[in-house]
């Protein structure tokens, strides 16, 4: 972990105020879903650690499901075109949704799969992201919770990658440029 933590210019969030903060959101969620069983979506793969943690600290009866969603290959722009590389498994009409996602940038990603999944007619649709970045929004995209609104700089750490690697950092920290801008 010695060279991954080598190319963090510096730590933005700490596990601790990750923590803290994500246990307040899921309270907040918690009064939404009162008396509802919701079925809570992760999207894979930079959601994963937030997801779980966030799950672990909500006390509302939910289902669990997954999607693999992306505008983005391997750089650091979006390309603007969703690609579903993996279904939910659970028919969501009826049902209240809510979408975890670990960073919204430009919104592309989330705004097109808000459209997707309410074309199959579930009760409610929510957005719950651990970062938000409002100052890159290239479509009108606002998250019902946000644990963390940040400034555009690029973030790893916490299940967020560059190039597959950082993921499994404890905290959310800013990537050196010198890394990602060879």
Known sequence: MN????????????AEQIETRVKEVAAQLDK???????????ILKGSVIFFADLIRSM???????FMAVSSYGTGTASSGALKVRKDLTTDIAGRDVLIVED??????????LKKLLNSRAP????????????????????????????EDEFVVGYGMDYSEDYR???????LKRSVYEK
Not at 3 to 14: A, F, G, P
Not at 103 to 111: H, K, M, P, Q, R
Not at 168 to 174: A, Q, R, S
């Open 32 to 42: 939404l879903y009162e008396g509802r069983r919701p079925v809570v979506v992760c």
């Open 168 to 174: 499994n950092l404890p905290y959310i920290g800013v």
């Open 3 to 14: 060279d991954m933590q080598e190319n963090v210019e510096r730590i933005m969030l700490t």
């Open 123 to 150: 009760a409610s649709v929510n957005i719950v992201t651990l970062l938000d970045k409002p100052e890159r929004r290239e479509v009108p995209m606002e998250p019902e919770y946000t644990c963390f609104v940040i």
């Open 103 to 112: 960073i919204i940038d430009s919104g592309n990603t989330l705004y097109n």
């Open 59 to 65: 006390k509302t009866p939910l289902e669990l499901d």
